[in-house]
């Protein structure tokens, strides 16, 4: 008999969504090669790393150039300062994982994937949709059933469980990507008990973290019970502006435990299986990130994407278009005016005023009709697509 690939990836639909924004926008500046675009669809960082980072990198390079200071293989789940910088940046929040719940990561895309494989392929996938692509299409490629719950104006994007749910593994992300909405803690905790109640586990994915205010919850560490349900999957890519850098990290707790396997052991297990670590240098740069002073310079960072958001959301108001998110996370949803569909959306705002978002549909079905805006553009770009959609859109 013949090798057999993988065929679940025979299940995949087409991820047609940046392709087809690239290949519009490309078509559009042929046509007309003077007008300047204005990108607010972009989920990538502009600024670049922070000093404290950048210092700590060059640092360690220097490390590496000497033979008393340069390192090999660092340790597979993380070194030591490592997992100790970030359970003091949870300490923060008065949330105190032990060091060794801590694992060290390339990011968040590679463990939301990577992750399932402490998962029977028989348990399904709970995804509330829309959703970051990712979710969907690993558990695909990992032959798991995947299974939608809609999150959608009536239920503020934050759907909860119900009494006839039936899931087993299910992503939570908060704040999320597209909608920008976040949980707050009784929320969180329903779905806790929930997961707790039925023996389910959350993959909750904390990309967007740094970006909540308030009395709102970063982690789902902070309700109670947590610990015995949920893994939690964060980076440095929007904390930090780490996109192009890659560094994460993923929390499984030791109290984690379904069919008298724990969680935290099994992936000590993986990762010495299937990693070698993660570079010196990024995690020293890493270490610098969780110092007083680089906590102060990534803030700095979100501050002005906070600021392009307001900017963004003003303008939406002066338009009397509903819109959510912005506050807690880097992405405005906006409803399209006028019952349009994304994608016609997305025409109008190119051909009429250049303007590029992310049409809500490519976040699945539950999207339609909605449009995805980011503050991560530059500020003169971001208060010029701001004056355009006024024009276009003020009633
Ligand atoms: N999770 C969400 C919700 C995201 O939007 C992204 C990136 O845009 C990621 C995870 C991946 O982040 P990373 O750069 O750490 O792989």
Redesign the pocket.
């Known amino acids: 008999m013949s090798l057999k690939p993988n065929g679940n990836y025979r299940n995949l639909k087409e991820s047609y969504l940046f392709f087809h924004i690239a290949r519009k926008v490309e078509e559009y500046r042929k046509e007309h090669p003077d007008l300047p675009l204005y990108r607010l669809g972009i989920?990538?960082v502009s600024r670049p790393l922070c000093d404290a980072a950048i210092r700590a990198l060059h640092a360690a390079v220097n490390d590496q150039a000497e033979e008393k200071t340069f390192r090999g293989y660092t340790p597979e789940c993380g070194i030591p300062e490592f997992r100790n910088a970030v359970a003091g940046y949870y300490a923060r929040r008065n949330v105190t994982p032990d060091p060794e719940e801590i694992f060290v990561?390339?990011?968040?895309?590679?463990?939301?994937g990577d992750i399932l494989d402490l998962f029977d392929a028989s348990s399904p996938a709970l995804i509330t949709q829309p959703a970051?692509p990712?979710y969907v299409d690993a558990s695909v490629m990992a032959g798991r059933e995947v299974r939608f719950l809609t999150a959608k104006p009536e239920n503020d994007f934050l759907p909860l469980p119900s009494d006839d749910l039936e899931a087993d593994l299910i992503y939570l992300?908060s704040p999320?990507?597209p909608t920008g909405a976040v949980y707050n803690r009784e929320q969180l905790q329903k779905w806790v008990d929930y997961a707790n109640g039925r023996g389910a586990v959350i993959l909750f994915?904390a990309?967007?973290e740094a970006f909540v205010e308030g009395n709102l919850p970063h982690s789902i560490f902070e309700v109670p019970g947590a610990e015995t349900c949920a893994i939690e999957?964060?980076?440095?890519?929007?904390t930090a502006g780490?996109?192009g850098t890659?560094l994460?990290y993923t929390v499984i707790p030791k109290a984690l435990e379904r069919d008298g396997m724990n969680l935290n052991a099994m992936w000590v297990r993986n990762r010495t299986t299937k990693t070698n670590g993660i570079s010196y240098i990024l995690q020293k740069a890493g270490i610098a990130v969780f110092t007083d002073e680089g906590l102060l310079q990534i803030r700095e960072s979100i501050d002005h994407y906070k600021e392009n958001a307001r900017v963004l959301m003003n303008a939406l108001d002066e338009c009397g278009i509903k819109y959510w998110g912005g506050k807690n996370a880097p992405y405005i949803w906006m409803a399209c005016p006028n019952g349009m569909k994304s994608w016609d959306f997305f025409d109008l705002m190119l051909n009429e005023i250049q303007v590029i978002g992310t049409p809500g549909e490519g976040f699945g079905s539950a999207g339609e009709g909605f449009f995805r805006l980011s503050s991560f553009g530059n500020p003169e770009d971001t208060k010029i697509a701001a004056e355009r959609m006024k024009l276009l859109l003020v009633r």
């Open positions: 989920g990538d990561s390339s990011g968040a895309s590679d463990e939301l970051y990712a992300c999320s990507n994915d990309a967007y999957i964060c980076s440095l890519s929007k780490f996109t890659r994460g």
